[in-house]
C-alpha cells in the first residue's frame, strides 16, 4: 500500500484569536474531557509534537514569528511531521493563538515543507474572531495583570488605535489569501457557537458536525480581575518597577501569580470591566469601519458591527464609574498590603534557601548526622 492509498489523519490548525476561547479549547484536548456521543464518530488526536505534553503549541508558532526562537524550529516541526506520519487516528490537531502573531504565508509553506501533500490538501483552518469592543477590553485587562500595561483603558485605546493592533480584516484576509477554502472563521460570541460554547463549537467544528460532542470537563479557562482588581495590579505593578525599573522577571512572574489568585476572590474576580461612556463614541469610530469590513468579507450578517453596536449603545447610557484611580485611598492600601506580604514571602523564601545551604555543607552535599 503507498503512502497515497494508506489511511491518514486529517489535520486542523486551530489558531487563534488570543483570548477567544483557546485557554479553554486547549486544556479539553490535553485532558482527554470530551467525548462524541454517537457511534463511529471520529477519533481526534492532540499532537504531542511541537508542545511536550504542554497545553498549546507555542513552540510551533513562536518558530516562525519570534527571532529567538528560530532555533528550534526544525527540531519542533520534525517531530510534529513525524507524529502525523504515524498518527492512525481520523484527526490529528494543533492549536496556538500565537498563529495570530505570524504570517500566513509562512505557516502555509512551512506546513507544505513537513507535510505531504495529501495531507496538506485535506487540512483544515480555523480562527475564533472575538469582536472588537470585547477584545479590547479582554487584552487591556491581561496586559494589566501581567504587569505589561499600567495605564488606562483610554491609554490603551490610542495604544491599539495606533498600532492598528485589532484591525482584523487585513490580517484575516492574508490568512484567506493563504488558506483559501480551508479556513474557517467563527465569531466568538455564545449566541452563534454550537452548544453557546466554544469548546463545543470547536469539537463539533473537527467532526463536521456529523457528531455531537459532550464535554464532561473544561480544566483551564481564562478569568479576569474586576476594575477594583485591575486598578489594585496597576497600582503594585507601577510601585514595584518604581523601586526596581529593571526588567525583572521574577517580579512579572510574581504579579501573574497574585492576579491568578485574586480572579478566585469576590472582592477583586467579581464583575466585569465595562465601556465607559466617555470612551464610547471613540471606541465606535476606532472600529467601526474594520468591523464593517470584516462583517462583510468573512461573515454572514452584521455581527462584529452589531456586537459594537450593542455595546457603545450600553456604554452611552451608563454612567457608573468604570475603574477606580490607581492612586485612589483604598487601591493604595491593598497595594501596600500586597507589597507587605511579599516582603514576607521573600524573607521566609530566603531563610529556606539559607537554611538548605547550612544542611548541604560547603561541599553541596547533605550532611547526615
Not at 62 to 68: A, I, P, Q
Not at 160 to 174: G, I, K, S
Not at 201 to 228: G, H, M, Q, W, Y
Not at 348 to 364: E, F, I, M, T
Request: some cysteine.
Amino acid at each position: 500500500m503507498t503512502t497515497e492509498d494508506r489511511p491518514t489523519p486529517k489535520l486542523i490548525v486551530h489558531i487563534g484569536d488570543c483570548k477567544s476561547g483557546s485557554t479553554a479549547i486547549q486544556s479539553v484536548l490535553q485532558r482527554g474531557s470530551y467525548r462524541y456521543i454517537e457511534p463511529g464518530a471520529p477519533s481526534l488526536r492532540y499532537a504531542l509534537g511541537g508542545r511536550r505534553k504542554g497545553l498549546n503549541h507555542h513552540r510551533l508558532s513562536n518558530s516562525l514569528h519570534l527571532e529567538n526562537h528560530a532555533k528550534i524550529k526544525d527540531e519542533a516541526w520534525g517531530r510534529f511531521a513525524e507524529e502525523v506520519a504515524a498518527c492512525k487516528d481520523d484527526l490529528i490537531v494543533i492549536s496556538s493563538e500565537r498563529f495570530e502573531f505570524c504570517d500566513p504565508a509562512i505557516v502555509a509553506n512551512q506546513l507544505r515543507k513537513v507535510l505531504p501533500e495529501h495531507i496538506h490538501r485535506t487540512m483544515r483552518v480555523i480562527a475564533y474572531v472575538r469582536p472588537h469592543a470585547q477584545r479590547l477590553l479582554s487584552g487591556y485587562a491581561q496586559q494589566v495583570r501581567q504587569g505589561l500595561f499600567e495605564g488606562s483603558l483610554e491609554a490603551f485605546l490610542d495604544h491599539v488605535t495606533d498600532e492598528a493592533r485589532f484591525a482584523f480584516a487585513p490580517r484575516l484576509e492574508r490568512w484567506q489569501a493563504a488558506f483559501g477554502q480551508a479556513l474557517t472563521l467563527r465569531v466568538m460570541d455564545r449566541t452563534s457557537l454550537e452548544g453557546a460554547c466554544v469548546v463545543h463549537d470547536f469539537l463539533a467544528f473537527c467532526a463536521e458536525k456529523r457528531a455531537t460532542p459532550r464535554v464532561d470537563l473544561i480544566p483551564t479557562a481564562n478569568t479576569s480581575l474586576n476594575p477594583f482588581g485591575l486598578a489594585t495590579m496597576r497600582a503594585l505593578s507601577a510601585e514595584l518597577k518604581r523601586r526596581n525599573p529593571a526588567p525583572n522577571a521574577e517580579r512579572q512572574a510574581l504579579l501573574q501569580h497574585l492576579a491568578t489568585q485574586l480572579e478566585d476572590t469576590d472582592g477583586f474576580g467579581t464583575g466585569s470591566l465595562r465601556v465607559p461612556a466617555r470612551l464610547a463614541d471613540r471606541v465606535d469610530a476606532a472600529f467601526a469601519e474594520d468591523a464593517a469590513t470584516c462583517d462583510r468579507l468573512f461573515f454572514d450578517g452584521t455581527p462584529l458591527t452589531q456586537s459594537l453596536a450593542t455595546i457603545v449603545a450600553a456604554a452611552r447610557s451608563s454612567d457608573a464609574s468604570v475603574m477606580p484611580e490607581p492612586d485612589a485611598p483604598e487601591i493604595l492600601r491593598h497595594r501596600d498590603m500586597a507589597i507587605a506580604w511579599m516582603e514576607i514571602l521573600r524573607m521566609q523564601q530566603r531563610a529556606q534557601q539559607a537554611a538548605a545551604r547550612k544542611a548541604n555543607g560547603p561541599s553541596g552535599r547533605r550532611h547526615v548526622q
